[in-house]
């Protein structure tokens, strides 16, 4: 199945699962068709090579993710909820992507010390209220130089105000909220200044 294809596919089925699903967690609750695009577009302007995503869902951000990525290019991404690992799965597998995905079984919080620093590009898209748990470690993570977008961040600003307000705090971060899909925050971490002596 051709990826366009297989993307159409999985905005039909989420539509309609979460339509259809009372339980949040049965919800695939997948970014926008204009999200994925404009997440491609960001990967390949920054030239990223390593991603992580906290967030699977069902693989339809992490498609958009990886596409977008050169040759020897890598996602890491986070998901707790077994089903949607299994789903995942099937649709990297689908997509002939799965070489360059690994998938991290578990709890975000758990799973953050077990990656490497110098990540290229950071897509967080997971349970809101553990950001600000999770920030500091987040932004070690990434590289100098390297872009963090956050989902959601119109949709549910209110939900997002403290972990705001700890990015504001930073002298090394630089933010731009943008207006597609659910509202992108975008936050760019800044290049350590050499001293020229
Ligand atoms: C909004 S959905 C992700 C949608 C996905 N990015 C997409 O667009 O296709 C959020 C996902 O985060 C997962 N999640 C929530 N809290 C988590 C945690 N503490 N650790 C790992 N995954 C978590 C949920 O199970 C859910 O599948």
Request: charged share 25%; aromatic share 6%.
């Amino acid at each position: 199945m051709s990826l366009e294809q297989l993307l159409k596919n999985l905005e039909q089925l989420g539509l309609d699962n979460d339509d259809a699903q009372s339980e949040r967690s049965k919800k695939y609750l997948n970014i926008t068709r204009d999200t994925g695009e404009f997440l491609a577009v960001l990967i390949k302007a920054t030239d990223a090579k390593t991603v992580l995503e906290v967030g699977t869902s069902n693989g339809y951000s992490t498609l958009w993710l990886t596409s977008s990525l050169p040759d020897g290019g890598h996602v890491f991404t986070i998901e707790n909820n077994s089903r949607k690992i299994d789903e995942a799965s099937e649709n990297f597998r689908k997509a002939e992507l799965d070489s360059k995905i690994t998938q991290l079984d578990g709890d975000v919080v758990d799973l953050l010390s077990k990656l490497s620093p110098n990540i290229d590009f950071i897509f967080l898209d997971a349970d809101r209220s553990q950001y600000l748990a999770i920030a500091k470690q987040l932004f070690g993570l990434l590289k100098e130089g390297g872009l963090l977008v956050c989902d959601n961040a119109v949709s549910h600003k209110e939900e997002l105000e403290e972990f705001n307000a700890w990015i504001a705090d930073q002298s090394n971060l630089s933010t731009s909220l943008v207006p597609v899909g659910k509202g992108e925050l975008l936050v760019y971490k800044d290049r350590s200044t050499r001293s020229l002596s």
